[in-house]
């Protein structure tokens, strides 16, 4: 546990715990203390902490070639794109460095598309969230985020999620694109209907709109299908990817139908998509097709879904996710208090707003270490409870 002063900058709420090595599913702090990590980087680490084969790929690659700008190509970001392609089943692939700078690209797409079709419109979703720049951050939809940073750039438009009427009311001869996540993340871990990414979809489709997905969070693998998209049946117009994609090393990618690929000199990134976590991203996708870990995740996660919805813990409201991406919301803002019980009791997790405790843990987790948490967690919440702030 921490006691000494930072010079960063008190952007997180941070936990009060110095992690200094990972293995596996597990990490460890400076006093040696393990935790199983069901944080998982906020859905960063697919494969876990460490992994031999990611490992192997980095050092290689550090050996053989760091960076030389994207006025080059290199092989492993051609190997890369191919990849993606061939997953996703469509498109180009422009690389960034993170889910926001994806996000942003995919708006810049969107707007260089749509402008001239007066078209400049984007709808999206109240409680969603898309990144921290100017534009990703006008486009998600929680105002609190807004407010210190007024005026944002305009043009976005945000409807209730899994209203149809809504969606229906919004998506007009103005609208560019409907951007949504097919789980809010931040937003608290809400699964949007199949019916209503249906909506979309169809939506887009009759009025000559895009359908933008945020998969910063579902994307490789970790609802149980590489993109969430696929298990919905739901193909989008544009992609976006990160978390997940570098096993831990920061990268970002869009996938987008050919025609509306960027030109020369439209878009650039000095370290997208360089050589280093393009080969740690080759590394992932390889582990997860070798090792079969979508259907392992899709195992792990109903074990999970199911034993919290059983545990009957004190101060639950509701047990909802997709996969290894799942969100447990409690009765009122208690979410920290449960998370830092957790912790005391070997167990990493997030919060997705302050109601909601979220667990996104690697897609190797076992089914021991699920029962492990599952086993701890009902006394977790109860000490939560026990700190409650007394009303009034």
Known sequence: ??????????????????????EGMRVFDAQGQAYLDFAGGIAAVPIGHSHPAWLGAVEAQLRRLVHVSNLFFTEPQEALAARL?????????????????????????????GRPRGRTEVVALLGSFHGRT??????TGQPAKHAPFAPLPGGFVHVPHNDPEALDGAVGPSTAAVLLEPVLGEGGVVPLDPDYLALARRLCTERGALLVLDE????????????AFQRLGVEPDVVTLAKALGGGLPIGAVIAREELAFGPGE???????GPVPCAAALAVLEVIEREGLLEHCR???????????????EGVREVRGAGLLVGVEMVDERARRVVLALLSRGFLATE?????????????????????????FPAACEEAAARAPVPG
């Open 267 to 273: 878009h650039a990134s000095t370290f997208g998509g």
């Open 85 to 113: 392609v061939s997953l996703a089943g469509f498109g180009l692939v422009f690389l960034a460095n993170s889910g926001a700078e994806a996000n942003e690209a995919a708006l810049k797409l969107v707007r260089r598309w």
């Open 299 to 313: 195992a792990r996660g109903d074990q999970l879904l199911r034993g919290l919805r059983a545990a009957g813990a």
């Open 1 to 22: 546990m921490r006691g000494h002063p930072s010079f960063l900058m008190p952007t997180y709420a941070r936990y009060p715990v110095t992690l200094v090595r990972g």
């Open 216 to 227: 910063v969070q579902t994307g490789v693998g970790r609802t149980g299908a590489w993109f």
């Open 352 to 376: 997705a707003g302050p109601a909601v405790v979220r667990f996104a843990p690697p897609l190797t987790v076992s089914a021991e270490d699920v029962e492990a948490l599952l086993e701890a």
């Open 134 to 139: 100017f534009a990703t951050l006008a486009a």
